[in-house]
C-alpha cells in the first residue's frame, strides 16, 4: 500500500494544522491507520492511530488537543492538531498495518513525513 501525506507546515504556538494521508493500492492491510513523529534524533514516537472500525488511540503528549479520523470510502486517515505547542514541532509520517501497537517497527507501510514546525 501506499501512503501519501500532507498537511505540514508553519503554524503559532496555540494554532491548529489538519494532517490528511490518502491509502492506495492494497488497502485490505490498512487495518489500523496511524501517525508517528520524529523530532531531530533517532526516536520515533507514536501519536495517534485509528482502526477501520473508528477505534482511536493517542500517546498521552496529544490527548485532548490532536484527533484522527478515518474515512474508509476514501482509505484517508486525518489528524486535526489543535493548540500547538512548540514541542510538537517534528516530522509526522503517516503509517498503516494490521494491528494497534505503539511501537513504529510493527506498521508495514509509511508514508514520506510532512514537516510541521511550532513557533513559539
Known amino acids: 500500500v501506499q501512503l501519501q501525506a500532507s498537511g505540514g507546515g508553519l503554524v503559532q504556538a496555540g494554532g491548529s494544522l489538519r494532517l490528511s494521508c490518502a491509502a492506495s493500492g492494497r488497502t485490505s492491510s490498512t487495518y489500523v491507520m496511524g501517525w508517528f513523529r520524529q523530532a531531530p534524533g533517532p526516536v520515533r514516537e507514536f501519536v495517534a492511530a485509528?482502526?477501520?472500525?473508528?477505534?482511536?488511540y493517542y500517546a498521552d503528549s496529544v490527548k485532548g488537543r490532536f484527533a484522527i479520523s478515518r474515512d474508509n470510502a476514501e482509505n484517508t486517515v486525518y489528524l486535526q492538531m489543535n493548540s500547538l505547542k512548540p514541542e510538537d514541532t517534528a516530522v509526522y509520517y503517516c503509517?498503516?498495518?494490521?494491528?494497534?501497537?505503539?511501537?513504529?517497527?510493527?506498521?508495514?507501510?509509511w508514508g514520506r513525513g510532512t514537516l510541521v514546525t511550532v513557533s513559539s
Open positions: 503509517a498503516a498495518g494490521r494491528a494497534v501497537t505503539f511501537i513504529p517497527n510493527t506498521y508495514n507501510s
Open positions: 485509528v482502526t477501520r472500525t473508528g477505534d482511536t
